[in-house]
């Protein structure tokens, strides 16, 4: 038996790493996949708490979740490519043309 | 059955830490998909066969692709290293440690240890989830429809010639 709170444990690492890596990442692909990681985790706590009380809601809740992270997906590497036509660069400090 | 969930979450660590720490992105990208169907693998264990099926299908084979077509298309290479975001480095560490001890005992503290039975077999398919997704959770369903439209669209705008 598996107790909720490392499945809990589990998914909190996975989002603690994903927040890492958007923060000390540069590269704005790969900053663009931490957030899918972190989306993954919690996807994991909303499966994990709606195994506990035995109902579907928290799995259609991350059926949500992976629909709207497709559409993130899609439109965030289509703002990726726009970004690179105009600046040659992937790199997350050379974006700064809003800074003062 | 807790022994597979094990082995499974130990490899999406590792995983997860090789998406952190690879320079490369294509090399995370595919640590990415191991962390994903890892992650399926759990989602079968804790009894959602549909998540875990949507999750192979939708993350690690489109969305994945998605991310492996643009990190070729943009020739992504090494990430250089860059010394021009102190405020992260500074900032980062601290914050990340204290939110991590903070949740964990958080966990330690309120979440019940013997409560609900575990990975006992309780087959809910996707009839049962169906019926909820289109009687209790229609409006929104209907919503995400236009959300979907309206990033297809925006995606089609931005990636045209001139922006």
Not at chain 1, 25 to 43: D, H, S
Request: glycine content about 6%; overall charge neutral.
């Amino acid at each position: 038996m598996v107790p909720l709170s490392h499945v809990l444990a589990l998914s909190l690492i996975l989002f603690v790493l994903g927040a890492a890596g958007f923060i000390f990442r540069r590269n704005i692909i790969t900053i663009f996949m931490c957030i899918e990681l972190m989306l993954n985790a919690v996807n994991l706590a909303f499966v994990a708490f709606a195994r506990q009380h035995g109902q579907l809601d928290g799995q259609l809740y991350a059926f949500f979740v992976i629909v709207v992270a497709a559409a993130e997906a899609a439109v965030g590497l289509a703002i990726i490519i726009a970004l690179y036509r105009n600046k040659e660069s992937l790199s997350a400090d050379d974006l700064n043309s809003m800074k003062m | 059955m807790p022994t597979l969930f094990y082995i499974f979450a130990g490899l999406t660590i590792i995983a997860a830490l090789g998406v952190v720490l690879q320079r490369t992105p294509v090399y995370s990208a595919l640590m990415l998909i191991v962390v994903l169907c890892s992650l399926a693998v759990e989602y079968l264990l804790l009894g959602a066969e549909f998540i875990a099926v949507i999750q192979v299908i939708v993350y690690a084979g489109a969305i994945m692709v998605l991310f492996v077509l643009v990190i070729m298309l943009l020739n992504a290479g090494h990430e250089i290293p860059s010394s021009r975001s102190h405020v992260a480095k500074w900032l980062g560490f601290p914050l990340l440690a204290a939110f991590l001890v903070e949740m964990f005992i958080v966990l330690s503290r309120y979440v019940p240890e013997e409560s609900g039975a575990w990975f006992a077999p309780k087959p809910a398919g996707p009839v049962p989830i169906g019926h909820l997704l289109f009687q209790n959770y229609v409006l929104p369903f209907e919503v995400t429809s236009v959300l979907v439209l309206v990033a297809v669209l925006g995606a089609v705008v931005l990636a045209k010639k001139e922006l």
